[in-house]
């Protein structure tokens, strides 16, 4: 085999290339790995930015759901505030319209009492006239009677009259 001996300038020309390829190779896989360490940076940094991304929107609608449901609970109280109103104020005319009639039925009542009374009084009154009269005429046909025997006559029958007035 033949050697082949460089030259020593070439030889140190050689090593240094090979120095500078291995420290250029070095230098490239030290890049790639920057780039490749910023891609999955990007990655991530995209992912975090999804995901507050998400949480924010999940707040807003949480936020937008609370003020719904808050005005919801408003717009609820409201109409049972107004149903109570309107319950009270049927309750009230109902219970001013019973008033209204048992105030009626009293004085109908009061009413019939008093034409009872009215009538028992009326009758009262009747049944004391018939009983004067009863009384009276008996006397007065006795006294016209006895007048007429005497001999009076019409005259007796006028003072008779006069005297029942």
């Known amino acids: 085999m033949i050697k082949l001996s460089l030259s020593p300038e070439l030889a140190h020309a050689k090593d240094v290339g090979l120095k500078l390829r291995e420290a250029l190779k070095q230098q490239l896989t030290i890049i790639h790995e920057r780039v490749e360490a910023r891609k999955i940076a990007k990655l991530a940094l995209a992912e975090v930015r999804n ?10 609608l949480n936020h937008i759901r609370e003020e719904s449901e808050a005005k919801a609970w408003e717009r609820a109280e409201a109409r049972l505030k107004e149903e109570g109103e309107r319950i009270e104020k049927e309750d009230v005319e109902k219970a001013m319209e019973r008033i209204r ?3 009626e039925e009293r004085e109908k009542m009061v009413e ?7 009538k028992k009084v009326e009758k009262d009154e009747v049944k004391a006239d018939a009983e004067k009269k ?8 006795d006294d016209a009677k006895k ?18 007035l």
Not at 51 to 60: F, N
Not at 134 to 140: F, L, N, Q
């Open 51 to 60: 995901i507050l991304a998400k949480e924010e929107e999940e707040r807003t």
């Open 101 to 103: 009639r048992e105030k």
């Open 112 to 118: 019939v009492e008093e034409a009872k009374k009215t």
């Open 134 to 141: 009863s009384h009276e005429k008996p006397i007065i046909e």
């Open 147 to 164: 007048v007429e025997k005497n001999g009076k006559g019409k005259e007796s029958k006028k003072a008779a009259a006069k005297k029942k």
